[in-house]
């Protein structure tokens, strides 16, 4: 663009009003979505890529072919300045930004469904507690996990500890720890007070066999 030129970005800007038909007219074109889960979640462009701005440096392995377009879109076109930054210092040669982000978009989106879990299956005395617990996990966690091909299971809320079980690609994983503790132990916390502590069964099993 012309702005892009002036400023001598080593990008491309396009304005909100550009962006549909340059997807329909780009041959090859890598959509990249770098919101975090919550944001894709709430919905993505059909034929998006998701990588997380905070991961993407680790997964650029996923971007292998760099003379490739790649359109990149946050939340509202701000995260997106510093993704594009980096795509060029890594030697991506055509990069753009989408301008005013997901918030300016004005194409249909493709919301994630997934299969809501049963509060009848979790153990414990309080069934408010148990809701609230599987609303947020269903609604902030399980989506995430899903994508990279693993899941979890509630198996018990009780007296502010919640059981849980990581199943499929989480299990065994080097951030399996890292994703229970700071990850949904964390989320449950702060958005549950009545919640104080996670217990992963999964990691305990995997323990005990060593």
């Known amino acids: 663009s012309v702005r892009s030129i002036l400023q001598a970005l080593p990008y491309s800007e396009l304005a909100k009003e550009e962006v549909l038909d340059f997807i329909q007219e780009t041959p090859g074109l890598l959509i990249l979505d770098v919101r975090g889960d919550?944001?894709?979640?709430?919905?993505?462009?059909?034929?998006?890529?998701?990588?997380?701005?905070?991961?993407?440096?680790?997964?650029?392995?996923?971007?292998?072919?760099?003379?490739?377009?790649i359109l990149v879109f946050s939340a509202n076109g701000n995260t997106s300045v510093s993704v594009c930054q980096l795509l060029a210092k890594e030697g991506y040669l055509y990069i753009f930004n989408a301008l005013g982000?997901?918030?300016?978009?004005?194409?249909?989106?493709?919301?994630?469904?997934?299969?809501?879990?049963?509060?009848?299956?979790?153990l414990g005395s309080n069934p408010k507690l148990i809701a609230k617990v599987l609303e947020v996990l269903d609604r902030d966690?399980?989506?995430?996990?899903?994508?990279?091909?693993?899941?979890?299971?509630?198996?018990?809320?009780?007296e502010g500890l919640v059981k849980i079980k990581m199943v499929g690609a989480c299990v065994g994983c080097g951030a399996q720890q890292r994703t229970v503790d700071?990850?949904?132990?964390?989320?449950?916390?702060?958005?549950?007070?009545?919640?104080?502590?996670?217990?992963?069964?999964?990691?305990?099993t995997l323990l005990s066999k060593v």
């Open 101 to 122: 982000g997901m918030a300016a978009y004005s194409g249909d989106l493709i919301r994630p469904k997934i299969e809501l879990s049963d509060p009848k299956e979790v």
């Open 38 to 69: 919550g944001g894709w979640n709430q919905g993505h462009l059909p034929q998006a890529k998701h990588v997380p701005a905070s991961e993407l440096f680790g997964r650029l392995n996923e971007l292998p072919d760099k003379t490739r377009p």
């Open 182 to 204: 700071f990850g949904i132990a964390e989320h449950l916390k702060k958005l549950i007070p009545e919640i104080k502590s996670v217990e992963d069964v999964s990691r305990v």
């Open 141 to 158: 966690v399980r989506p995430g996990l899903k994508r990279d091909g693993g899941d979890i299971k509630v198996l018990e809320v009780e």
